[in-house]
């Protein structure tokens, strides 16, 4: 078993002879990622072992400039030779792309320097006998929660734990080590007609495997959810409120993240083009950004680039603090990068204050949103219309399933319409954000 | 060479592997309780370049291979794989594989029989080399001039080009050795038009396992521009769409992912060895209106779904799933196709060797009825006529689909009238399929494009589908 300090060694030293070889074969810059991982997936069905299996990756990905032309390759053999050769094929592929001002790393004075403790990094011992036994046992724990749970689509656990590195000819160099774990269980439930199976499932994920929910507890909550789902109806076409549960309010803000993102800006095919300042959002929507959070699911201290992260808004008073740029295309716009070349590191909502039941309470009659299907997304012009499943509710009550409905409006009309962010935030999801409750959306149905 | 033969060389001499030393492996793979064991040998050249702002702003090119070693007994699978193909890492991922069934000893191979009677669909030239550099680069320059002359509204024109280049070499615990070589080419072009402040954006493209001179044939790329063009324009004058139930006809090729969705993942050998789908135990039972009859036929010659061979050796065929609206079979692997009493259709496809094979579709397809699109468009007093989808998706447990038109229009009294924005449609598959009352006798099948996604892996398909009238389907809008 490799230590921790001679695999961070190793990947670095992989680095530096890539960019090495670069320089060597005449690029004037480059940049090279490299990444190298372990893990185990075991997946049980009626108690008995579905799938084992053992993964170990490895890839290298990297970029040479010449001048301001870029050509780029990657390999999953990481001798020397192959370097040498993916090395070869990007400069090649660089004397055939255009110059364009706007490429190349990122400025050498914005790269991170320091690199604070993230606690990202604790691999699970999992034997799969282990893994195995305890599959099973969260399985169980969902076919025997109810005579109406009939099948099961399994119950499945997953470990993993690598290094990314991340180099360039600045001189910048530095490794992530990184875990994760999870436990997931899906089971079917039929009525006692045999008419209208169901499905769904529940999973806990956490990058220690001690912070794990017991297998017990995740089996009895997939029976459950699935459960609720029996006898879903449809609605009749309407307009009404829609509360979106924590995980697809996190879908919901991640559509802004995009619509403010740099790829979408500089191509002007967002539907928040020169939003910089304005109010996208109700006066009481904060949205920040926690790059150092201790084994945070998105924690880092630099980006894709090496630009250093910092904490930051990202919206103040419903007012759009920043775009979300590297380096390409903060230059296209003629900005400074944000450090966001590979995404948000750990966003959060501030939420308005209500718990899960007073948030429906506070809708009082409309639709819990708690599934979507398709991607019916128009990210120029914010049209949204997607599949969904959840609850009727009225007078701030659950009253049945529904399902086979579409929820449609614009998103930036949404945004305008939140109501409330709940505080029932759900731990296993990287955007730290309660349920959200708009106004109204088109629901279309029978 | 025949395409064993170009395995081999690729695949095993360079690694001093040969048919003695895969019997080694196979000792450590096989007991006596093991139904099936493979190893997966996969060699992957791809390439690809972008064009945006009128000018080639990125290129990159890829090299992935490695072997994926399974063990299968009964419903259990063990699977591990290694990037760096070796004597030593193919025993050590025998070894892990093994371990869902005792191994030692069993695996000896009586004889080894190289599998190349087979017809190959497609041509194995590496299609990374049928254009040089500057020809990839000149195609998408040609595509960004003709999208700019098309309509003075264009504001930005992305275009890419991609090939693929890939080898496979599977070896079984039976001593059948199969190998196949694969070109896969994709073109795409996407316009951002700019018009009175309102911006839209379409895209189209295509390709297919034959040589990126394909791309450089007359009008293909300008049929691609010009059809992107046309899209977005048409978004501009969209009115919001209708919400509620309505009566819809699909166009013919590409909206036949209504059928993906709708049936064709329902009708995988997996889900129903597991009783999970909405189609499971239903053979023999009339699951769709009479006259509806659906194939997946992975044998078309140079089609993007097509596979000589599945990723198990096993050639692929035509595979009728429902005829005249009976259920008549599912589409199956070698695992499921075992454990349910019936035989692989030569559907056992892997995204690569990091993988484990599933049950995936190739080209799905409904054949053409009698009708004349025009008299299944005049038969509509009120309805949306969807002739462009983005993707879908499917609940295959409880049927539930949807899908994204992206062009349609209004039907009033019989006629095509007005362009209505995107809109997710929804259903449920077993039920819409009952609801389809006129077919066309226009079948097509789309251009090559086809992604499908499954338990996290990729894989090309194809779809298609005749003009279609579907007497009520939810359609996601918001015009009351």
Known sequence: ?446 | MNLMDIAEASLLTPYELDTNKLDHVFDHLVGPKTDLADLYFQSKRSEGWVLEDSIIKSGSYNISQGVGVRAVSGEKSGFAYSDEISMDALLASAKSASAISKAGQNGRIKSWERQTAYTALYSPENPLDTLTESEKIELLRLADKTARSASPYVEQVIANIVAVHETILVADQNGHMSADVRPLVRMSVTVIIEKDGKRESAGCGGGGRFSLTYFTEADRIKGYVNEAVRQALLKLEAVDAPMGEQVVVLGNGWPGVLLHEAVGHGLEGDFNRKGTSAFSGRIGEQVASKGVTVVDNGTMQDRRGSLTIDDEGVPTQCTTLIEDGVLKGYMQDKMNAGLMGEKSTGNGRRESYDSLPMPRMTNTYMLAGEHDPQEILSSVKNGLYAVNFGGGQVDITSGKFVFSASEAYLVEDGKVTRPVKGATLIGNGPDIMNRISMIGNDLALDDGIGVCGKAGQSVPVGVGQPTLRIDGLTVGGTAA
């Not at chain 1, 490299?34 to 990905?61: F, N, P, T, W």
């Not at chain 1, 017990?216 to 699935?226: I, L, N």
């Open chain 1, 1 to 446: 078993m490799m230590t921790i300090q001679t695999s961070k060694e190793e990947l670095i030293a992989l680095s530096q002879f890539a960019l090495a070889e670069a320089k060597k074969q005449g690029a004037s810059s480059a940049e090279v990622g490299i990444s190298r991982g372990d893990g185990l997936s075991v997946d049980v069905r009626m108690a008995e072992i579905d799938k084992l299996e053992y993964h170990r990756d490895q890839g290298l990905g990297l970029t040479v400039y010449f001048d301001n032309a870029q050509g780029a390759a990657s390999t999953g053999d990481l001798s020397e030779g192959a370097i040498r050769d993916a090395v070869r094929a990007a400069c090649n592929i660089a004397k055939y792309t255009s110059e364009d001002d706007c490429l190349g790393l990122a400025d050498a004075e914005l790269m991170a320097t320091e690199f604070p403790e993230l606690d990202l990094y604790h691999p699970w011992e999992l034997s799969a006998e282990e893994a195995i036994e305890t599959a099973i046992r969260c399985e169980n724990a969902a076919r025997e929660y109810d005579p109406r749970i009939t099948n099961s689509d399994g119950a499945g656990i997953s470990t993993y734990s690598g290094f990314n590195a991340y180099a360039n000819s600045h001189g910048f160099a530095a490794v992530k080590a990184s875990s994760s774990h999870s436990l997931s269980c899906s089971v079917i439930a039929n009525e006692a007609s045999g008419e209208g199976m169901q499905r769904d499932h529940w999973y806990t994920s956490s990058r220690l495997a001690t912070k794990l929910d017991s297998a017990e507890s995740v089996g009895r909550t997939s029976a459950e959810k699935t459960l609720e789902r029996l006898n879903a109806q449809k609605l009749s076409s309407r307009e009404a409120p829609v509360m979106f549960i924590p995980q697809l309010a996190s879908g919901l803000l991640s559509h802004y993240k995009s619509a403010v993102g740099g790829g979408s800006l500089y191509r002007k095919a967002s539907f928040l083009v020169d939003s910089l300042d304005t109010k996208v959002f109700p006066e009481f929507m904060r949205l920040y950004e926690q790059p150092f959070i201790p084994q945070g699911a998105r924690s880092a201290a630099y980006d894709g680039e090496g630009v250093a992260t910092r904490e930051r808004d990202i919206v103040t008073d419903g007012v759009v603090q920043t775009y979300l740029l590297g380096s390409y295309s903060a230059r296209k716009m003629g900005l400074q990068t944000t450090g966001h070349a590979s995404g948000v590191h750990n966003l959060t909502a501030d939420s308005t204050g209500q718990s899960y039941e007073e948030m429906l309470a506070l809708m009082d009659t409309g639709l819990l949103l708690t599934g979507l299907i398709g991607s019916g997304i128009n990210g120029i012009t914010g049209d949204y219309s997607r599949g969904a499943t959840g609850f009727w509710v009225k007078g701030g009550v659950i009253q049945y399933p529904v399902e086979e409905i579409t929820i449609a409006g614009n998103l930036k009309e949404m945004f305008a319409n939140i109501v409330a962010v709940g505080n029932d935030w759900d731990d296993r999801i990287s955007t730290r954000t309660g349920s959200i409750l708009l106004e109204k959306m088109m629901i279309s149905g029978e």
